[in-house]
């Protein structure tokens, strides 16, 4: 069983000292906020306590550089669900590599992953393109590395619940719904 307060802590005891950061069960929508006069350290606040939540909002900050990491929210724009069919495919394309980097988050902890489009509202957009090119970017990270931070709690996910260590591509396998229809 996935509990919240594992995840927190895993993440607080490779973060905290080193990067004055905290894992913070949000009420709301998710954000990042950085240290200030209020708050003397960073949060990542996730949304309503949803382990998939807190793994997705780790693996923006994972992304967001020392600069980036001084922002709120990183200094990233987000356009809310409700995207007509160019702003969902900039939305996509800046969420592969956290998408990806979330992915391997959820296999070190034997977590199920989903990519989300999060567009209810908007147009609508093959949902299993975008999986393809997340699986893509995973697979290359596994082949290239990931940066120091996220090789540390992928690391300490899978030491804490004891999923194959190091990880490879064949935790990621996974076939584009097209393909599998073609090979029948």
Known sequence: ???????????????????????????????????????????????????????????????????????????YWYCPDGRDKAQQAEFESVEIKPQAIEWALSVAAGFEFNVSVDNLNGEQTCRFDFQARVHQQVLYLLSNGFNVRTHKLLKALSEFYNTPWPMSATQFAWQHPKELKNAV
């Open 1 to 75: 069983m996935h509990q919240i307060a594992d995840l927190i802590s895993i993440f607080e005891s490779n973060f905290y000292q080193s990067h004055n950061t905290r894992l913070v069960k949000g009420e709301h929508e998710p954000v990042y906020m950085p240290a200030n006069e209020q708050t003397p350290y960073h949060q990542i606040i996730f949304a309503h306590g949803f382990y998939a939540s807190a793994l997705h909002e780790v693996a923006h900050w994972l992304v967001a550089g020392d600069k980036r990491r001084l922002l709120e929210d990183y200094g």
